[in-house]
């Protein structure tokens, strides 16, 4: 009866081990669907902005940038979170009218593996990660 026990117990410590290993998976696995989706955002911006005399669509506060999608051309499904509510963000310069007058911009995500911080991907080329999130156009990084 007691080996019975004990084996018990070693089977409950060994599944609870690999159920916490899996969850930490799963928040890298979204957080690297994240990051994937923030840069074909960003590649969309670019290709926009090629088409556009070299200017982005003008959003001056903080936007979901699905609500870009058409706007930006992309067909199909526009990326969004992997697990809702959506922590997707854009904000670029210009004067807020939606016609391409921007010069820069800031796309980010929050990260979910690692709390508190924000995948943050600029207009002139920076990539990385932050533990505030961007409040304006400027690059952060």
Known sequence: MIELLVVISIIAVLATLVMVSFTSSQKQAKDTQRKSDIRQYQTALEGYTNKSGGLYPSRTVKVDPSSLCSTLGISGTCPTDPKPPAVYSYISSGSGNP???A???V???TLENQTG???IVCSIGKIGVLTSAPTSSTCPL
């Open 99 to 101: 016609n391409s007058d």
């Open 103 to 105: 010069t820069d911009y």
């Open 107 to 109: 796309l980010w995500a």
């Open 117 to 119: 911080n924000y995948y």
